[in-house]
Every structure is written in structure tokens, then in C-alpha cells.
């Protein structure tokens, strides 16, 4: 993981008794060793690491954005995100006039996805920042709160210094700050900020029906369908959470040893980040049934589930599905509702959701969920579900080297899995040039964001 760091270094007070002049400093942003904030003052004409700006709007722009930033999602690929998600994870919206870096802030509920990009050649602006990131770097979900917290405290302490303590900064925080040391008021606001609300902008009876969804369910599973069904669904928010409760579906009886693959993940793999732990537990589970290499074929496959190859052939979804979750029947009988109707995808969204059954708590009685949102939970089944259908190893024994567009498309006819999965697992290990995949690498934005 990389660090991060903010800090602020404050001038004189002037005799300009407000938030903003009070707060007036050199402000620095860091994440690992590059200084988002490293730019050229275009009119004295000198780079620096540091940029003169006001720390208050900064300060309350974390404040305000609080819960949507360390509980909401990216929307999934291709979808654009809206005005007022946009305001709650891009910096600029900081705004009060000053020129801020180009830098998004996004959760993945493990950790903060930083995405920066410099500022364009072409800017007219009396700051021009220099920097960016090349891929989004990951921050600790922990790291990214403790700074953010000491940073608002310090703009805090500041003005109460100068004697100014009656703030909407002040206020605003003291509200943050107590919700989030009571874990009701803090569970409230982390189900209104992932389906895309600002605080208390949900509607009473649809928080109602959320908290209810969110006990039958199980917290974890909620959280990974709300965004999807929230703010910004199609038709009225959270019904067709119901409407997938009332599904038939396809009933099945896991014959997995869940119990052992459990202990193996919790012991070996807390350390690990998302993509790793899916490898990690598609090799271990590999192993444990005799399959350490090869192609695995669909009896296999769909059997770990106490599936037949018929019974999910012969299931189509009746309409289109943004998801595809696994409702417990009891603590061993599944109703899974796929949303996949080609061969090839069904492959790889019944793996995921064995990669999910493998993690989930089955005690708490947890929906399996798999959406196209880029929460550490979904990547880690992505991760899963393409190692477990075509290892690395096996992949490069049968391309021998060649990663032309033809032997690709022979690799993905052979393994049975698509060619952007081949790309993929080529293009995570190294074998290809990221660049050549370009939805896996997400380089600097993920969406043009106009600016």
C-alpha cells in the first residue's frame, strides 16, 4: 500500500479576520513519494512541492464529503458518474476560488483509490500542477481517514488559536465526529452514502426499506448491490433487490469444504490485497481438488456448486440483470440468480461466485454478489474466477510466447473464457504492456471528466 500525507505549513495571520485569509498556508499532498501538489506559480515563475492556498475549503470539502467518500463506489465501467458524485470525491469541488490539483478520491471499502492527472498544457490558471499518477494508487482505507481527521483538526485548532472557533467547519465535524463514534448513528450513514445520498438526503421510507434489506441480507452484500440499486437505479431505488428476492433461480447444494478454505484465507491472506487473495485462493482451491493445472472443464466447474452442466444451461434470466447474487435457502442450500446468458461468460460468473461463497460469512447468512462495480469484493472474484479458469502457468505453456491477437483468441478458445480475460491475466503479470489493455489499467482518470 502507499502512503499518504497532507500538510500544511501556515503564514502570518493578517488582519483579515476570516476562515479563508486565517487559513492561508503552503499546502502540501503526497501520495508515496510523488507530490501532487508539486507545481509552477505562473506568474513568479517558480516550481515548488508546496502550492499557497487556503487550508478551509480543503477542510470542509472533507468534512462535508465524508461518508461518500469512504463508503461510496466507482460507478461500474462505462457508466459516468453524476454531478453530485463527482462533488463528493473530485478535490476540485473544494472550489471558493482557489486552483486545486486535479486528484479523485474513491473507496473500494479496503482501501482509497487515488487517481491524479496534471493540469492541461493549455490551462489558463495562475497554477499549473505538474504531477500525476500513472495508475491509481491504493491508500489504506485506515491511512487515508487518520489524515484526513488530523488535517481538519489542525485547520480547526488554527482558527480556535486566532479566536475564531464559531465555524461552519467546526460545527459541521463535531456533527462527523459524533456519528462516528456511535456505531448505529455511523452504520446509517455509511447505507445513505453507497446508494449515492448526501447526509439526510435519503427519504425516510426508503432508508427504512434499506435497513431492513441490509439485516436480511447480510451488511457486507448490501453494501455491494446499493450502489447499483440506490440513488441512480433504474425505477424506484432497492426494488429490484426485492424483485431478485422472489426469483427462482437455480437451487444448489455447495459441496465445497468451505470450512477449511476459510481458515486457509483468514490465516494467509489478510495481508493480501484483493486481486492476490483471489489468485491465492484459486490456487489453494485448485489444489484441494486435484486440479492444481489444466483447463477445467464445466462439469467440474459447475459440480463445486452441486450443479449439473444441464440445469445451468438451461437456465436464461427473464429479463436483463445488473447483478447476479446467491440467496441462502438454509446454512447448505443456495438459490443462485445468474445474469449471464453466453456459455463463455456463465463460466466465469459461476467461478465468481464460488470465489464469493470461499469468502463470504456463511453464519451471517450473506448473499453471494457479483456486480461490474470495482469494490475490493468484486475484484477479488474477478481475480479469482480468471486464475481459477486459466491459471498463469498454464496460459503461458500454451501461448509459448506468442502473445499475438491470433494465439489470444486460440488461448480463450481453449481455456473457454473470454479474450479480455486472457488480456488480463497477461497484461497483471506482465507479460504485455498494461497499455494494451487499458480497462484493466485505469490509467490517471477513470472517466473524462470535462475539466
Known amino acids: 500500500m502507499t502512503n499518504f500525507q ?35 506559480d505562473i506568474w513568479s515563475q517558480t516550481v515548488r512541492d508546496s502550492v499557497l492556498t487556503s487550508a478551509y475549503p480543503l477542510a470542509l470539502w472533507f468534512a462535508s464529503s465524508w461518508w461518500r467518500l469512504v463508503f461510496e463506489p466507482l460507478p461500474a465501467s462505462g457508466v459516468r458518474p453524476s454531478i453530485d458524485w463527482r462533488m463528493a470525491h473530485e478535490l476540485g469541488a473544494a472550489n471558493h476560488g482557489f486552483v486545486w490539483p486535479q486528484i479523485m478520491f474513491v473507496s473500494d471499502r479496503e482501501t482509497i483509490q487515488v487517481f491524479a492527472v496534471p ?29 484526513a481527521t488530523n488535517f481538519v483538526d489542525s485547520v480547526i485548532s488554527r482558527l480556535d488559536a486566532l479566536e475564531l472557533t464559531d465555524t461552519e467547519l ?27 445520498f448526501d447526509p439526510d438526503e435519503c427519504p425516510n421510507n426508503l432508508m427504512d426499506l434499506a435497513l431492513c434489506l441490509d439485516k436480511r441480507m447480510g451488511q457486507a452484500s448490501f453494501s455491494e448491490l446499493s450502489p447499483v440499486y440506490g ?29 477449511s478454505l476459510r481458515a486457509q484465507d483468514h490465516s494467509s491472506l489478510e495481508n493480501e490485497r484483493p486481486w492476490e487473495r483471489g489468485v491465492s485462493m ?37 429479463k436483463r ?62 481475480a479469482f474466477a480468471a486464475e481459477f479458469l486459466c491459471p498463469i502457468h498454464d496460459l503461458q505453456n500454451f501461448l509459448e510466447d506468442d502473445y499475438s491477437e491470433t494465439a489470444i483468441e486460440d488461448a480463450a478458445q481453449h481455456f473457454e473464457v473470454s479474450t479480455e480475460t486472457v488480456t488480463a491475466l497477461l497484461a497483471n503479470n506482465n507479460l504485455i504492456p498494461s497499455a494494451t489493455f487499458e480497462r484493466l489499467t485505469e490509467a490517471r482518470l477513470p472517466y473524462q471528466t470535462g475539466m
Not at 495571520?13 to 508515496?32: F, I, N, P, Y
Not at 428476492?245 to 447444494?253: A, D, H, S
Open 321 to 382: 440483470q445488473e447483478v447476479g447474487v446467491g440467496v441462502p435457502k438454509n446454512q447448505s442450500e443456495l438459490r443462485i440468480i445468474p445474469r449471464k446468458k453466453h456459455p463463455v461468460a456463465k463460466r466465469f460468473e459461476f467461478a465468481r461466485f464460488i470465489g464469493d461463497y470461499l469468502s463470504s460469512d456463511r453464519l451471517d447468512n450473506e448473499w453471494l454478489t457479483s456486480t461490474d462495480l470495482r469494490t475490493s469484493r468484486q475484484k477479488y472474484q474477478r
Open 119 to 147: 493540469s492541461k498544457g493549455v490551462i489558463q490558471q495562475s497554477v499549473k500542477y505538474l504531477n500525476g499518477l500513472d495508475a491509481p494508487a491504493s491508500i489504506l482505507l485506515h491511512d487515508f481517514q487518520n489524515q
Open 6 to 40: 497532507i500538510h500544511q505549513s501556515w503564514l502570518a495571520a493578517s488582519s483579515d479576520r476570516t476562515e479563508l485569509s486565517q487559513t492561508m498556508g503552503m499546502l502540501s499532498m503526497k501520495v508515496g513519494d510523488i507530490a501532487l501538489t508539486r507545481n509552477e
Open 231 to 259: 440513488k441512480l437505479a433504474n425505477g424506484t431505488p432497492l426494488t429490484a433487490i426485492e424483485d431478485l428476492e422472489k426469483t427462482q433461480g437455480i437451487t444448489c447444494r455447495p459441496e465445497i469444504a468451505h470450512a
Open 170 to 196: 467546526k460545527h459541521l465535524w463535531n456533527f462527523v465526529q459524533q456519528e462516528r463514534s456511535d456505531p448505529e448513528s455511523a452504520k446509517y450513514r455509511s447505507i445513505e452514502a453507497a446508494m449515492g
Open 282 to 318: 484459486a490456487q489453494y482451491l485448485r489444489h484441494e481438488i486435484g486440479k492444481p493445472s489444466s483447463k477445467l472443464d464445466s462439469k467440474t466447474l459447475y459440480g463445486l456448486l452441486g450443479l449439473t452442466e444441464s440445469q445451468v444451461e438451461h437456465y436464461v434470466p427473464s
